[in-house]
């Protein structure tokens, strides 16, 4: 069992930047071994990828929308991983959740490929 505790979301104005921050505690496993991503979602519409970061070669994987403005990495050591949002634009406002996948597999573009989820946060971006 992995639980996630994201934090760093919040209201900006557009061009603005915030990094969100997602912890992972409770693994028997080095967090190493977890791919993570980062996913989004609007009320009314389906959870949509946003970025992944594999667990072998910390292989990153985006959206276009958001290539060249948003930036995933991880810390091993602290167990965390991170999205940098940068250039921030309306269409960006959203719940933004982080999830893990099960110990050893490739991280992936849907929400099945994913077994463990945080709780989201709020990022709201106003023009």
């Known amino acids: 069992q992995v639980q996630l505790v994201e934090s760093g979301g919040g209201s900006v104005l557009a061009g603005d930047s915030l990094r969100l921050s997602c912890t992972a505690t409770g693994s028997g496993r080095t967090f190493s071994a977890y791919g993570m991503g980062w996913f989004r979602q609007v009320l009314g519409k389906e959870r949509e990828f946003v970025a992944a970061?594999?667990?072998?070669?910390?292989?990153?994987y985006y959206v276009d929308s958001v290539k060249g403005r948003f930036t995933i990495s991880r810390d091993n050591a602290k167990n965390t991983i991170y999205l940098q949002m940068n250039i921030l634009k309306p269409e960006d406002t959203a719940v933004y959740y982080c999830?893990?996948?099960?110990?050893?597999?490739?991280?992936?573009?849907?929400?099945?490929?994913?077994?463990?989820w945080g709780q989201g946060t709020q990022v709201t971006v106003s023009s």
């Open positions: 999830a893990a996948t099960k110990p050893l597999e490739v991280v992936g573009l849907e929400v099945a490929d994913y077994a463990y």
């Open positions: 970061i594999s667990w072998v070669e910390s292989e990153k």
